[in-house]
């Protein structure tokens, strides 16, 4: 008789702690799915605010002044344009080709070592 009761308590038990476990999962599976909403409604706000500033900036004074000098190419007073000629074909080329970099880093984790612990690079930074 006394196993009995003692493994009917031992089932309520586990029963008890395998309900609690399942609760404090669905308890993080919540907070977590409301971590998320919170987080999209601070963007929400954020996407507003920036929208309110955009169109606060579209409204200006300055703007309507940047897109009329823009598109109809008008400058202010005192103001000079710098017409450029088209770039030659040495510029065009130089701007392609690659320049070589020179590395300061030592080929191995031993050489770092060395380096840092004796100053074998402070002749190279000073030049």
């Known amino acids: 008789m006394n196993n009995v009761v003692i493994a009917i308590a031992l089932i309520i038990g586990a029963s008890w702690a395998w309900g609690s476990i399942g609760v ?6 919540l907070q977590k799915t409301i971590d998320t909403k919170s987080r999209q409604e601070t963007l929400a706000e954020l996407e507003t605010q920036n929208l309110i500033y955009e169109q606060n900036y579209y409204r200006s004074g300055e703007y309507q002044e940047l897109a009329l000098r823009e598109r109809l190419g008008l400058a202010n007073s005192g103001e ?23 590395s300061l880093e030592p080929e191995n984790d031993f050489q770092q070592w060395m380096n840092f612990l004796f100053g074998g690079n402070h002749s190279q930074l000073q030049k």
């Open 24 to 29: 404090m999962q669905r308890n993080y599976d």
């Open 80 to 102: 000079k344009a710098l017409i450029l000629p088209p770039n030659s074909v040495e510029a065009k080329t130089a701007d392609m080709t690659p320049t070589p970099t020179k």
